[in-house]
């Protein structure tokens, strides 16, 4: 299978800020189709989207991005449902929470 590569633009903010991403080049970043963004954003799925009234204005950061591959992911490698990825991606974050916390409490120790 070839390689394919996308040239896209992003929103690049001042120090410390996140980059946004429209729409348009999330669906390009992860080679989902923009309506099942709007879908997996609509359940909650994608939890750091930010959107506003209509589809053009929804801004997506890189950690949307990522949460979107491993949905598709999951839905394409593994053909999983949407109610299994709710509960794959919730345990998911729980294990971020629970590694950020033993972080924490690692360096506290020192």
Known sequence: MPTRYTIVQYTEGTSGEARLFDLKTAAELTGVH???ILEFTRAQL?????SGENPDSFRFDERAIYRLRQI???RQRHHTN???IRYITQLLDRLDETEQELHLLREQLR
């Open 34 to 36: 923009p309506e099942m």
């Open 46 to 50: 994608v939890p750091s989207a930010q």
């Open 72 to 74: 598709e992911s999951l």
């Open 82 to 84: 949407l109610r299994v």
